[in-house]
T-cell receptor, first 109, second 114 residues
Framework: EDKVVQSPLSLVVHEGDTVTLNCSYEVTNFRSLLWYKQEKKAPTFLFMLTSSGIEKKSGRLSSILDKKELFSILNITATQTGDSAVYLCAVEADYKLSFGAGTTVTVRA | DTAVSQTPKYLVTQMGNDKSIKCEQNLGHDTMYWYKQDSKKFLKIMFSYNNKELIINETVPNRFSPKSPDKAHLNLHINSLELGDSAVYFC?????????????FGSGTQLSVL
């Protein structure tokens, strides 16, 4: 069965800190890895990664994939209270997206 | 001009009842999904339809029956509701971009079974 493991499960930081979220996976027929941010309602798309070593950036967020070691990291620099959310990692394999349990990030002012 | 819309947003019902959740997407996507998110925020796929055809059916009790009248709609009917069905149900549709499938989610239906 496909497995997606995120760590840590939760963390609390102060505004301005940098956070690093981890996602490791064991799947057959890997196609892509995606990161989503979930605040109160629907998960919203952040990044899709398909190739190793190519960093994707969007503002203060960045992510990279290592297909040899089977993991990805999501970095958030200069955190703000609006970054407080659950961050979900998902891996697509065999046309199915499997999600990890998420990392709850709380940013305190 | 909501992309993926599902109704109702909240559903409170008694055990044993039958209920439906509706989903519509106006993105022109071919694939639609139902996901269940439990209290620990774990999102698990239930069903996937591509152009009205069922392509993924995870181990979901047969009390759950999806129906796709056309590729823009995917409804979920649940018979004989049980306490354990309480969760947030998300509809999604997807667009294949290169090697990856990017999902767009509806805002969820919070189902509470009493």
């Amino acid at each position: 069965e496909d497995k997606v493991v995120q760590s840590p499960l939760s963390l609390v930081v102060h505004e301005g800190d940098t956070v690093t979220l981890n996602c490791s996976y064991e799947v057959t027929n890997f196609r892509s890895l995606l990161w989503y941010k979930q605040e109160k309602k629907a998960p919203t798309f952040l990044f899709m990664l398909t190739s190793s070593g190519i960093e994707k950036k969007s503002g203060r967020l960045s992510s990279i994939l290592d297909k040899k070691e089977l993991f990805s990291i999501l970095n958030i620099t200069a955190t703000q209270t609006g970054d407080s959310a659950v961050y979900l990692c998902a891996v697509e394999a065999d046309y199915k997206l499997s999600f990890g349990a998420g990392t709850t990030v709380t940013v305190r002012a | 001009d909501t992309a993926v819309s599902q109704t109702p947003k909240y559903l409170v019902t008694q055990m044993g009842n039958d209920k439906s959740i509706k989903c519509e997407q106006n993105l022109g996507h071919d694939t639609m999904y139902w996901y269940k998110q439990d209290s620990k925020k774990f999102l698990k796929i239930m069903f996937s339809y591509n152009n009205k055809e069922l392509i993924i059916n995870e181990t979901v009790p047969n009390r759950f029956s999806p129906k796709s009248p056309d590729k823009a709609h995917l409804n979920l009917h649940i018979n004989s509701l049980e306490l354990g069905d309480s969760a947030v149900y998300f509809c999604a549709s997807s667009l294949r971009q290169g090697d990856g499938e990017k999902l767009f989610f509806g805002s969820g239906t919070q189902l509470s079974v009493l």
